[in-house]
């Protein structure tokens, strides 16, 4: 009997020691979840610690090449449309077609000229007959003008014929005049190449009859194209006459260029203005669509690694650090890329910039700026022991 009542005393300890150090342990549980919930507030009323690690390089300014991206449409250099002085005949030859090269004076079109060639015979013997006439008076009026001096011949007599001389030298000018003007007309029968050039549209059959004035061929004269590249009026100012370019097409390939003049007006509902690249060959037909790369020579531009440019929602930007080591997303428009380096604006030199880690950032993050790390000393060999 005493050695079980010694066994339930034994036992409610052993039951109270637990219950204790049950106590015990709900209260350091309590406490920790208590010490986590006051740095989590602490981190929130700080601003947030320093979770990640950070690369940091400085927005220099430097002297890069700039090149101006454009688009547009191929046109002639300049358009010459060729048409008939002359007209109502018809035409009894077409030499050319379209994608003709042509020289300046290359007969196009022959026109019947039979009623033509009968004028000038018909003037021709006008001019004649008025130069004999003029030849007659001419001989009159020698004499009238020896027998006037002698006496035998009255001045009205001599008046008389002082005017029919100057009538008949008159008749012939007049019968000159007319030859010429056949024979002009004559010589437009024939029409010819205005200029040399590339042929790029006929309107002309044989057996048509041609009326003066209606355009028959348009010439690209001396075969010249260029394009007319629409340019943000941002980039206007950077463009030059004289600047390389080069132009590209899908179909035709790239071939080179230069900027022969930047029209002085911008669209007012587009802000585009244009620049005209001469082309040098390559293949471009008028009304092509082509792209150009202009090179506008060295411009300051803020550069950055490419490591560091992110796009955020679309939007090219990096992320700046402040005075307090907070990351601050800050976009930005790439001007140039390289595989090292990127040209952008919208950045002031001297900014820091994240690199390493930049993608994993949020912002308002705290970081820690990692130490630059420095080449570790070379050192000398030892010399070889003899």
């Known amino acids: 009997?005493?050695?079980?009542?010694?066994?339930?005393?034994?036992?409610?300890?052993?039951?109270?020691?637990?219950?204790?150090?049950?106590?015990?342990?709900?209260?350091?549980?309590?406490?920790?979840?208590?010490?986590?919930?006051?740095?989590?507030?602490?981190?929130?009323?700080?601003?947030?610690?320093?979770?990640?690690?950070?690369?940091?390089?400085?927005?220099?300014l430097q002297n890069l090449p700039r090149t101006v991206t454009a688009s547009g449409t191929v046109s002639a250099w300049e358009e010459v449309p060729v048409g008939a002085e002359t007209g109502g005949l018809t035409a009894?030859?077409?030499?050319?077609?379209?994608?003709?090269?042509?020289?300046?004076?290359?007969?196009?079109?022959?026109?019947?000229?039979?009623?033509?060639r009968a004028q000038l015979r018909q003037q021709q013997a006008a001019v004649e007959t008025a130069?004999?006439?003029?030849?007659?008076?001419?001989a009159a009026l020698q004499r009238a003008q020896e027998l006037k001096e002698r006496g035998f011949l009255s001045q009205a007599?001599?008046?008389?014929?002082?005017?029919?001389?100057?009538?008949?030298?008159?008749n012939?000018?007049?019968?000159?005049?007319?030859?010429?003007?056949?024979?002009?007309?004559?010589?437009?029968?024939?029409?010819?190449?205005?200029?040399?050039?590339?042929?790029?549209?006929?309107?002309?059959?044989?057996?048509?009859?041609?009326?003066?004035?209606?355009e028959l061929f348009r010439i690209v004269r001396d075969g010249r194209l260029e394009l007319d590249a629409q340019v943000p009026?941002?980039?206007?100012?950077?463009?030059?006459?004289?600047?390389?370019?080069?132009?590209?097409?899908?179909?035709i390939g790239e071939t080179t260029g230069r900027v022969r003049i930047v029209t002085p007006?911008?669209?007012?509902?587009?802000?585009?203005?244009?620049?005209?690249?001469?082309?040098?060959g390559g293949g471009f037909r008028p009304g092509m669509f082509a792209r150009a790369r202009i090179q506008v020579g060295d411009q300051p531009a803020v550069t950055v690694p490419t490591a560091s440019v992110l796009y955020r929602e679309n939007r090219a930007g990096v992320f700046t650090l402040g005075t307090d080591n907070r990351a601050h997303f800050q976009p930005v428009t790439v001007l140039s890329r390289t595989t090292d380096s990127t040209a952008v604006s919208g950045l002031a030199a001297g900014a820091r910039v994240?690199?390493?880690?930049?993608?994993?950032?949020?912002?308002?993050?705290?970081?820690?700026?990692?130490?630059?790390?420095?080449?570790?000393?070379?050192r000398a060999a030892a010399p070889a022991k003899k």
């Open 233 to 251: 009026e941002t980039d206007l100012a950077l463009v030059r006459a004289g600047q390389s370019a080069a132009v590209s097409s899908d179909q």
């Open 92 to 116: 009894t030859g077409v030499y050319v077609d379209e994608g003709t090269y042509v020289r300046q004076g290359q007969p196009l079109v022959q026109m019947n000229d039979a009623l033509l």
């Open 354 to 378: 994240v690199v390493a880690g930049a993608g994993f950032l949020g912002e308002g993050d705290r970081v820690t700026v990692a130490p630059a790390t420095r080449p570790a000393p070379v």
């Open 265 to 280: 007006e911008v669209n007012a509902g587009t802000r585009l203005g244009v620049a005209r690249i001469a082309l040098n």
């Open 1 to 60: 009997m005493a050695n079980i009542k010694r066994n339930m005393r034994a036992g409610a300890a052993v039951v109270l020691v637990g219950l204790a150090l049950a106590a015990c342990g709900g209260e350091g549980d309590a406490r920790k979840a208590e010490a986590k919930a006051g740095e989590k507030a602490g981190a929130r009323a700080g601003g947030g610690a320093s979770t990640q690690t950070v690369s940091v390089v400085v927005a220099s």
């Open 172 to 214: 012939v000018a007049a019968a000159q005049a007319a030859l010429s003007e056949t024979r002009t007309r004559l010589s437009q029968a024939t029409i010819k190449a205005p200029v040399s050039g590339l042929v790029i549209s006929r309107s002309v059959t044989r057996g048509q009859i041609i009326s003066p004035g209606t």
């Open 157 to 170: 007599s001599l008046d008389t014929a002082l005017a029919n001389q100057r009538a008949s030298s008159a």
């Open 131 to 138: 130069n004999a006439n003029a030849a007659r008076d001419q």
